[in-house]
């Protein structure tokens, strides 16, 4: 019998949001409900991408077009949802009318309707409406790299709702073995993860170094949390920066600053 393929980084830090998962989901909404906010305060446009776990609906269509120093606004599911959202850039239609991004490509739609996105992308996780107290759980993952500047902010929620992720812009300081160049110019467009960049086992904490015991920080995971410490930067980083908020009103996901 063949050997299951091991998970990958990605798929190991969405175990803490299937851990999440497994609270009751017969919990009561919270009225007036949830709504997510998206902020594009870039100086350029933005194609925001959202991805449901498996088994919740998709929000939005997956995604969309998001012009400079704006927002878009929508409810979240009243019940529970665990997800993440990202930002794509430089995205367009090229000959043909196929649509493509320098950075989280989503099999090249505008709308990914349930599709993730391709490395290096800043990545919000969210597990929401689960527990004794309508929690709602987010974290901002540098796991599969960066390519924009990102932070969650919670409004009026109960108990721990700190503001998370990563203000910095780390394009302009990106290793040179992690840097992803593309169009216009050839400049530096997205900064990949030592898993992407050098396909180790013990960087992409698979096989022998698949737990927390042996999946360990690298020179290149602790390039982005001297950074951003209050993100994940390796697959097994620590649990608790996976922050549970009680019904909160409004979770906004902002890119730049």
């Avoid at 929508?74 to 000959?95: K, Q, V």
């Avoid at 992803?180 to 050839?186: F, L």
């Amino acid at each position: 019998m063949a050997t299951p393929s091991p998970p990958s980084p990605t798929v190991a830090f969405l175990l803490l949001l299937t851990t999440l998962s497994a609270f009751p989901t017969s919990v009561r909404p919270s009225p007036p409900g949830l709504t997510l906010t998206v902020v594009n305060n870039c100086r350029f446009p933005i194609w925001p991408a959202i991805q449901p776990n498996a088994g919740h609906p998709v929000l939005e269509r997956g995604g969309f077009r998001l012009a400079n120093l704006s927002h878009r606004s929508f409810p979240a599911p009243s019940a529970h949802w665990s997800g993440r959202i990202w930002a794509r850039t430089a995205c367009s239609h090229a000959a043909g009318g196929r649509f493509s991004c320098a950075t989280g490509d989503c099999g090249g739609r505008l709308e990914c309707n349930g599709l993730g996105g391709a490395a290096p992308a800043t990545l919000a996780q969210f597990s929401l409406h689960h527990g004794h107290a309508d929690f709602s759980s987010y974290g901002v993952s540098l796991v599969d790299g960066f390519n924009l500047p990102m932070t969650v902010t919670p409004h009026e929620g109960k108990g721990v709702c700190p503001v998370v992720g990563c203000r910095k812009d780390l394009l302009a300081t990106c290793p040179q073995a992690l840097q992803v160049r593309g169009p216009p110019h050839g400049g530096v467009v997205g900064c990949k993860s030592g898993c992407a960049a050098l396909g180790t086992d013990q960087l992409c904490c698979r096989n022998h170094y698949n737990s927390p015991q042996t999946c360990k920080p690298s020179s290149y995971s602790d390039y982005f949390k001297q950074a951003c410490p209050a993100t994940f930067t390796y697959a097994h980083d620590s649990p608790s920066l996976m922050h549970e908020c009680s019904s909160p009103r409004e979770l906004k996901v902002i890119f730049c600053h």
